[in-house]
């Protein structure tokens, strides 16, 4: 299951989504991971990621809940189609900002010869934001020693609430020679149609509010050692505008049980300049929960103690009911016989 999840979204900036479990968010990241599950029909996904409750009394808070599968896999030749939709929600700070994401996702995948899979997708969405005013403090309220927001301002925010189309592609690339030895990697580009996020009708002058696009590359490797044990060592790097961000990690898979229904997971990621992202996990069938914190290495450590964030994610996949789950084998290592 481990070469099953890829690179999800992280955030480099206040206007994208931030999820330390990239792995474990793949519609997200590209949209070529839509209906690409090398060792099931269909999965379902929940993550939940609380950041800054250490120094901040209402904490950024972001929620996603997501489903994909594979379709018309009977009737295109060593190809199928992928289809899927994701929704997220993110409440973050004093300010009352709430961003509200929905996106659907579709995909193509392509078998070349033997071992070689491309993939291409696309997704589209609706995105509102919305920012409540009365907590807000701006610098004509200052008062020469603190900030009253009872003050009048100059600031008219006339649009409290923001919305606009979003739209994402991706290619991904996975390549199988053996059962044991599983590697993939992709490119997308998020915000393509650049779309104009704004709280006021009118830009000031010399100020373009439209979103600079994203780019994210990674890769992934799926590796069985043994019967018991499967590593996963992934990385990816990401930019928009002048900001930039690289995670690297490895997590390794323990089958418990001979039939690999039952395993634990533990991992250890390292986002460059910010922070230590230890994992654990656990398996059971076709059910995977896992846990990451964010232990801070940079200089906010000495505001929030190394205590960054912490985050669950929730996944199950299976077959269609009227398929057997042996009709085809997996595309990745599996403890599964």
């Not at 931030?18 to 999965?43: K, V």
Request: charged share 15%; hydrophobic share 35%; net charge neutral.
């Amino acid at each position: 299951m481990g070469c099953c999840v890829v690179l999800a979204i992280t955030t480099v900036n206040g206007q994208d989504l931030h999820f330390s479990q990239w792995f474990n968010s793949p519609l997200t990241t590209n949209p070529a991971n839509t209906g690409f599950i090398p060792d099931a029909d269909y999965r379902l996904g929940a993550n939940y990621r609380n950041q800054w409750s250490a120094i901040m009394a209402l904490p950024y808070r972001t929620y996603s809940a997501w489903g994909d599968a594979q379709a018309f896999r009977n009737r295109i030749e060593n190809g199928w189609m992928g289809l899927g939709g994701v929704v997220l929600r993110d409440d973050a700070g004093s300010s009352a900002l709430t961003t509200t994401q929905i996106y659907g996702s579709a995909a193509y995948h392509q078998m070349v010869g033997f071992a070689s899979l491309i993939s291409l997708g696309f997704n589209i969405g609706w995105v509102n934001k919305h920012i409540n005013t009365q907590n807000l403090k701006f610098p004509d309220q200052f008062d020469g020693k603190f900030f009253d927001n009872t003050l009048p301002t100059t600031v008219v925010i006339d649009r409290p609430s923001d919305n606009y189309f979003d739209m994402q592609v991706g290619l991904n690339y996975a390549y199988f020679p053996t059962k044991n030895v599983y590697l993939n990697g992709g490119f997308s580009i998020q915000h393509v149609n650049r779309p104009r996020e704004s709280f006021f009708s009118v830009d000031p002058v010399g100020f373009d509010s439209r979103i600079s696009p994203r780019y994210i590359g990674f890769v992934n490797a799926s590796l069985k050692v043994n019967d018991q044990v499967i590593i996963n060592p992934q990385g990816y790097y990401t930019q928009k505008a002048q900001s930039s961000e690289a995670v690297l990690g490895i997590s390794a898979q323990y089958n418990l049980l001979d039939d690999g229904d039952q395993q634990v997971i533990g991992g250890l990621y390292y986002r460059a300049g910010d922070s230590f992202i230890p994992m654990i996990g656990f398996i059971y069938k076709n059910i995977k929960l896992t846990f990451t914190y964010d232990i801070t290495t940079s200089s906010i450590k000495h505001y929030d103690n190394g205590y960054g964030a912490y985050e669950f994610a929730l996944q199950s996949q299976g077959f269609y009911s009227e398929y057997n789950g042996d009709r085809r084998q997996s595309l990745c290592p599996t403890f599964k016989q």
